[in-house]
């Protein structure tokens, strides 16, 4: 009898699920992971108000999350930016990482009635994440409300909004490890095209400098290894460059002109301080386009390709 009653129980109780399903909130991802600025533009019926601010740690990403009374998502932008401001005042805001990321939201408030907060949580967090070092809010002002965020470098971000209740949500992917790996490294090229070189870029991060390759068509396949030293194509002469260990790059179907017009009008041979010492070009022959990068010590590097215009190859070298 017992048996049979909790049978029945379990039943009853898996006949709720649909509609405890039903309830879940719903996530709607409004762009996916990049660097670039997000703006959506939204017009609920009633002002939003802000009433939570929090911020977690997950395997890959960190999430930042600002709650709303009333249903609605108001209209945001969010972007990196050089400089954070205190609105009204324009005083600077400072908050821990290298780079800053500013949430603005238009149409919303983070006070009530009585102009008090609205905050069931604290206006200033420091969790001192992978990625999410430092948040604020630094405005409540004429129907804008400003938060800033203070990302360990210019990481990619992604945004999405969720609902019951509505919430903005901004993960900020992690930054990489220090790459261990010294092996070559080979892709094939993703296309028969020459694609063309448009700009080289070198940024230091954390635990690693990178060198960029920039082009204008299909990302093209790549050769990085380590030689004793890099020669010139094709005539196969040595080139000198800063450094104690050095990396042969090359590409396929590449150039770095188009006739005779200069695709790549930069610097040939940029000289630099740090883990990278010096990245020259030293080849633009017959669709192969070579180049080659002096560094401070044989370290483990690795190489990123991304075929979304402008399509780009990436060299890691860990410090």
């Known amino acids: 009898m017992n048996i049979a009653r909790r049978f029945i129980a379990i039943a009853a109780s898996a006949a709720l699920l649909p509609t405890m399903s039903a309830a879940v909130a719903q996530a709607t991802v ?5 660097t670039a600025p997000v703006s959506v533009t939204h017009h609920p019926a009633t002002q ?9 740690r997950h395997s890959t990403y960190d999430r930042f999350v600002l709650q709303f009374a009333g249903g609605h998502v108001p209209t945001y932008d969010v972007r990196y930016v050089n400089q954070l401001f205190q609105d009204g005042s324009g005083a600077p805001v400072s ?32 969790p001192l994440h992978p990625a999410l070092r430092e948040w604020k809010l630094i405005g409540d002002f004429e129907g804008v409300v400003t938060v800033g965020v203070g990302v360990a470098e210019k990481l990619d971000f992604r945004v999405s909004e969720l609902s019951s209740p509505a919430r903005l949500v901004v993960d900020i992917k992690h930054p990489l490890g220090a790459p261990t790996s010294t092996a070559p ?19 230091h991060h954390a635990a690693y400098d ?16 380590y030689v004793s030293h890099v020669v010139a194509d094709p005539s196969g002469k040595t080139v000198p460059l800063h450094g104690n260990a050095f ?44 180049a080659g990068i002096g560094v401070a010590h044989h370290a483990g590097f690795r190489v990123l390709r ?13 410090h």
């Open 30 to 34: 409004v762009s996916s992971y990049g």
């Open 48 to 56: 939003p108000l802000l009433t939570q601010l929090r911020s977690g």
């Open 95 to 126: 908050l821990a990482g290298a780079a800053n990321l500013q949430i603005r939201l238009d149409g919303a408030v983070a006070h009530t009635s009585a102009g008090g907060s609205s905050l069931t949580t604290s206006s200033h967090g420091k």
């Open 185 to 203: 490294r080979t892709a094939p090229p993703l296309s028969k095209a020459v694609t063309h070189l448009t700009r080289i870029a070198i940024g």
């Open 210 to 225: 990178r060198v960029v390759f920039v082009f204008d068509g299909p990302a093209p396949g790549y050769d990085v290894r």
């Open 247 to 290: 990396l042969a790059v090359s590409f396929r179907p590449a150039a770095a002109h188009s006739g005779s017009h200069r695709t790549y009008t930069g610097s040939r041979d940029i000289v630099l301080a740090g883990g990278v010492r010096e990245v020259a070009l030293t080849g633009d022959f017959e669709a192969v386009l070579s």
């Open 306 to 318: 991304s075929n979304v215009h402008p399509t780009w190859v990436a060299v890691d070298i860990a």
